[in-house]
């Protein structure tokens, strides 16, 4: 989001005259910080960017009706109008075949728009009827999609706030018009450009691989849709759909079977449709004619497409598992001193992970970029634990860097049921920590959120190790300050050294409580006080531990028990 403060420099900085100067700062003193934060510039945008935006902010609210005028009769019947609608309520989202049909058709119901803004346009007699003069914040922001004047030039920004004020400001103001229980709680994020970005993510030829806007439900996790600017080519729009949503898997998307998105360029604007083939995207499908936003009635069909638009990402929505991963979102944590990124990324089925700076990291948990390069290359052809796509991390600067393969379903969605669901949890990760031990490390942060497995259903899942991160060479003691969660004082470390043995210790205590009520088995309960043996104690490896009655493993070299298999995504 832009702040205010950002905001107000940049018209200082690129206002074209001290008239239009105090005009627009006049209108950001009059705006709440919750308005500003649902514009779709941000404070990395350049000053004549945000300059254009606030000015046809302003443009639209000079064009807009008065609040005496938005106020008539003192009602606000927003929300009765934007259920009505969204009648009939869609059972499930149309077929792909039938989209263009239910795009185009009009509403159920009669739109809202205030009166200064139908008096404005002239409307056909197949348009008109489906309008209704009314009072109100929806019926405002139908007149202001319809009404806002557009300025359209050879830069891209006048097209991305063309698409805003007719498409996406109407979409937000659909959903918040909406009760609580009907509403998607929809979420629209723009590409921030920001080249200080930790995670910038680029084709060979240079430009952005990340989508210029998306629109997610209120989780942040569900990409429900997403769209494509241009300055001038919607054939490259439209490419660039393509291109940036490369990669389908159920992981994103759920069983739907479309991912429904829209492209502008200049003053065109359409709606389209990227299906699923076999794991991989298809070329996006018009599902809508092309709208000239500079023609009137063009425009009325798109701020009518828009309403069936935000009807079909109802329908959507509840086709997604709770468990879904937030395609194309950054995850960001912070620790002390530190910043960590992880980007879900959609132009390939890959994790992009960052760590900056990465001298304070490495100080703090004792770890070395030299040494994590090894393990990345030693456990390249090793199943149970992810890889890089190239075979190591890099170091630029104070930014280190890797793309993680493959993606998996987070240990925190998928608890096991059984005992056979634990047998395979712990085969799986097992795998990953010999592979680690044979190169001479240890993974130190075994909890349970550094496991992953691969989809499906819960009978064919396969688990593997994340976060290789925090691993180390064996038998070393940590640094004062690294005491992961989980860790037992007085017990994890062996002499003050942590140690193969303190592993699988770790290992045990993070799958206990998901996995000790399940394993009835007499070989079970061996093996759960097996790898729970104290570390000071402990005579097993984990290839011993393999070879386990309970776990039945064939060997490293032939089984497939475990997630990760080399060059799995």
């Known amino acids: 989001m832009v702040t205010k403060a950002r905001a107000a420099a940049a018209v200082r900085a690129a206002a074209h005259s001290s008239q239009e100067r105090g005009e627009l700062l006049s209108l950001l003193d009059s705006l709440a910080d919750q308005e500003l934060a649902q514009w779709l510039i941000v404070d990395q945008d350049d000053d004549e960017t945000i300059r254009a935006f606030i000015r046809a902010k302003a443009q639209g609210a000079a064009a807009g009706p008065s609040s005496e005028n938005t106020a008539a009769g003192g009602v606000d019947n927003s929300e009765e109008y934007a259920k009505q609608l969204l009648q009939p309520p869609l059972d499930s989202p149309p077929h792909l075949d039938d989209l263009q049909r239910f795009i185009r058709e009009p509403p159920a119901a009669q739109i809202p728009i205030i009166a200064d803004a139908l008096d404005g346009i002239t409307l056909s007699p197949r348009l008109k009827p489906h309008f209704t003069v009314a009072s109100g914040q929806l019926a405002r922001s139908v007149g202001l999609s319809l009404m806002s004047p557009l300025t359209l030039g050879d830069s891209e920004v ?239 600067g104070s930014v280190y860097s890797v793309d993680l393969i493959p993606v998996g379903l987070p240990s925190s969605n998928t608890l096991p049921a059984t005992e056979d669901d634990a047998q395979r949890l712990l085969h799986g990760l097992l795998h990953g920590l010999a592979a680690i031990h044979e190169a001479g490390f240890v993974h130190r942060d075994l909890r349970w959120d550094n496991f992953a497995c691969s989809p499906g259903s819960p009978g064919s899942r396969r688990w593997f190790l994340l976060d290789l991160e925090t691993c180390a060479p064996a038998d070393q003691p940590p640094p004062p300050a690294f005491q992961p969660v989980g860790w037992q004082p007085g017990t994890t470390l062996v002499g003050g050294r942590y140690t193969r043995a303190s592993d699988l210790y770790q290992l045990g205590l993070a799958v206990q409580p998901n996995c000790e009520q399940l394993v009835v088995s007499p070989e079970g309960r061996a093996f759960m006080e097996a790898i729970l043996t104290p570390p000071v104690m402990q005579e097993r490896s984990a290839e011993l531990l393999l070879a386990h009655e309970w776990l039945r493993c064939e060997g490293a070299s032939i089984c497939r028990a475990a997630g990760a298999q080399p060059g799995e995504r």
């Open 158 to 396: 006048w097209t991305s706030i063309a698409e805003h004020l007719v498409v996406v400001s109407l979409l937000l103001a659909l959903d918040k018009a909406l009760p609580s229980d009907l509403r998607i709680g929809l979420v629209a994020e723009r590409d921030q450009r920001d080249n200080t970005s930790l995670m910038t993510v680029k084709s060979l030829g240079g430009s952005s691989l990340r989508p210029d806007g998306v629109l997610r439900g209120n989780s942040g996790r569900r990409l429900l849709a997403k769209w494509e600017d241009k300055a001038a080519s919607m054939e490259q729009a439209v490419e660039d759909l393509r291109k940036k949503t490369a990669a389908w898997t159920q992981l994103y998307y759920g069983d739907i079977e479309y991912l429904p998105c829209f492209a502008a360029a200049g003053s065109n604007l359409q709606f389209y449709a990227i299906s699923r083939a076999s794991g991989m995207a298809t070329a996006p499908r018009a599902i809508s004619p092309r709208y000239d936003l500079n023609n009137t009635a063009d425009r009325v069909e798109a701020v009518m497409a828009t309403v069936k638009f935000y009807q079909l990402l109802c329908a959507q929505q509840t086709r997604y598992p709770v468990d879904v991963l937030p395609a194309g979102a950054v995850m960001r944590a912070h620790g002390q001193g530190f910043t960590r990124e992880l980007l879900f990324r959609t132009d390939v089925l890959e994790i992009r992970k960052r760590v900056s700076p990465w001298s304070t990291f490495a100080s703090l948990c004792g770890v070395d970029f030299t040494r994590l390069e090894q393990l990345y290359r030693a456990t390249t052809q090793r199943q149970g634990l992810v890889h890089a796509v190239k075979g190591a991390p890099t170091l630029q």
